[in-house]
């Protein structure tokens, strides 16, 4: 098929983008494109062109497929035929239906008019990649609307709809009806007028103020986009646009386009991208396997998670049953969802009208029948392997035949509870991430009996309820758990050499993690990891920590919720104060082991801290518990908090590279507990051929 189609309507030549799924700017449409320019530039009964795309998409920029191969680059480029339209006397219509995102309104902003359907989206989310428009849009979107509203549309990288794109100037007319009927009408109205080409690069950028403006634009980009180097060379690229004459500004932008392209943030965001999209594939599972239906959903436990997780199930407009055993519970639970849409409601995200829809599709029960023609349940109990039991023997017992049986734990052994079961093959784990109505993440964790199907389904429910799903193997934690648990040990361990919590956090959240461990821990609830350690201590008796945090449990700080946890907390504040108690606490236990404190760089807290993180994850690759180094980093980008701009843990630490990272694992074995760093076969395999984990 080709990429685009080209004909002649009366006077007006129409080109037709044609590359499914987005009109991605793929070189066969690129070629296309120009040789069908020419062509119009060419014929004298030619007087104008409409360029348009389908109903759905104009252009969604580059096209991804050829990312990375010599096509991207390969001639004639997307600057070639933007250079091709400036140089066209004939008017260029552009008609947007759908969406015109990137290097799509790039080549949009160079054609001389533009019209669009209702609704239609244009962007240029450029920096969500960690770089800048570079066909043009610094430059032209500037002098075709406000320089205010221009410099938003980049810096957020959201899309505006085409009603306001017209009421700011970038959009001549929104047609309603036929799209390319009214693209003719309007491009035949040009040529009567006389109208030729409009071009946006003989337009002038103006701002009063300007220097106080960017000025100030540059100050409060510093603080919303800490390590993210784009924003900031977005701003100087919209300054140069207001400052110099086109043909400079456009060499700036180039200039600067080039220089992000190259740094690690851009590599680590367009890594994400890239890995977002390779989590739904599963090399046994072919896409087109049958998926069963999910019509109705059931959870039981009416807490935090499982309040959380059914307000996943009534955004996605499925009807949910909550279920508890006492009354008193399920009132508490509807009353903080209620509570939860209340507050979006009240921030402007939300109708009246939506809440009542969403709270409508939310019904409460005390009783097991009342859940037995749920087409999936979801347990999300105490997590205790004999209260698990309980509720999957009687889950067993009234679900009906073909009903999916999902897990929330967190920790433990899907397997095992698979087995409480006669139905294994329906069993499934679906690690929500607290709070769940929020968190991106679910950790889909399959167990060996699980049926193909299931997990087909499971990973389709998870983009409808607009997660990110990761498949994980069946092990103690899976995929992020388990790697945190290497992560927070080394954290105790400086604890007893030398460091404080403080010190621990402000470092790691300075690199850019949202909070450090000791923070953490404080807004989760340190019971929870007390909990997980002491079953440790009786089935992997082997596995040292640090006494530290259960001495802290023992005397009752859990964190946020008791006031008091690694830090003491304000009434009404959730700000952390570091607290003499726990400083007394530490120094005592020292003295109790005999440790003699040391100072602990901050370069060493880094190290120990990510370094664990990054050699469990090539223990888990090795192992085949995740299918992806990929997966790995998009479990932590999308529900740990690690900063995009730095990829993900296996992504850093393949740009720190893999022997500084052995070298470094080697040399923290003759330290203090060395015992707990095992290097991974895998990283030192990788190391040894000079490969990386993505």
Known sequence: MSASSYSVQGDVAVIVMDNPPVNGLGHALRTHIYDSLAKASSDAAVKA????????AFSGGADIREFNTPKSAAKPTLHEIIAVLDGMHKPVVAAIGGFALGGGLELALACHYRVASPKANLALPEVKLGILPGGGGTQRLPRVIPVAEALQMMLSGNPIASEKGKALGLIEEVVEGDLLAGALDYANKLVAQGKGARRIRAMTAKLEGATQFFERARAETAKTSRGFPAPLEIIACVEAAVAKPFDEGLKFERARFEHLINTIESKAMRHMFFAERQTARIPDVPEDTRTREIRKAAIIGAGTMGGGIAMNFANAGIPVTLLEPKQEALDRGLATILKNYTATMKKGRLTQAEVDSRMGLIKTTLSYDDVRDADIVIEAVFEDIAVKKAVFEKLDAVMK???IIATNTSTLDVNQIAAFTKRPQDVIGTHFFSPANVMRLLEV?????????VLATTMKLGKKLRKVSVVSGVCDGFIGNRMLE????QALFMLDEGALPQQIDGVLQKW????????MYDLAGNDIGWYVRKRRYVESPHIVYSKIADRICELGRFGQKTGSGWYRYEAGSRTPVPDPVVEKLIEDYRKEIGIT????SDEEILQRCLYALANEGAHILGEGIALRASDIDMVYLTGYGFPAYRGGPMFWADSVGLANVLAAIERFRKGYQGAAWEPAPLLAKLTAEGKTFN
Request: aromatic fraction near 6%; charge should be positive.
């Open 49 to 56: 062109v409409v360029m348009i795309g389908s109903a759905k």
């Open 401 to 403: 035949p073909g009903a």
């Open 445 to 453: 964790v399959r167990a060996a009996k699980t049926a193909k199907d």
């Open 486 to 489: 290497q992560y927070v040990r």
């Open 512 to 519: 850019g993690l949202a909070m450090g461990p000791f923070t």
């Open 597 to 600: 404190p040391r100072k602990i």
